[in-house]
């Protein structure tokens, strides 16, 4: 079980708690996406409030595969 759990979690520049408290307490802002490089879709988020919700509750469901492409990535 650890060794799956190693392939699907990579480590690199993105911390994964740190990105998860972000997301939870500062996620309608898009702090966790300006954290992860995303500055776009930061941006989209700030100015529309998660995009009304519904991109915030995305990054709940998603967030842990964002941060390995982003690290996988560099």
Known sequence: M???AD??????SVNY??????????????VHRFYMGKWVTGIVYLCTAGL???GYLYDFWTLNDQITVVNASG
Do not use: Y
């Open 52 to 54: 009304l919700g519904i």
């Open 7 to 12: 392939l699907r979690f990579r480590a690199g």
């Open 17 to 30: 708690t740190v990105a998860w408290v972000l997301l939870t307490f500062l996620g309608f802002f898009g």
């Open 2 to 4: 650890d060794r799956e």
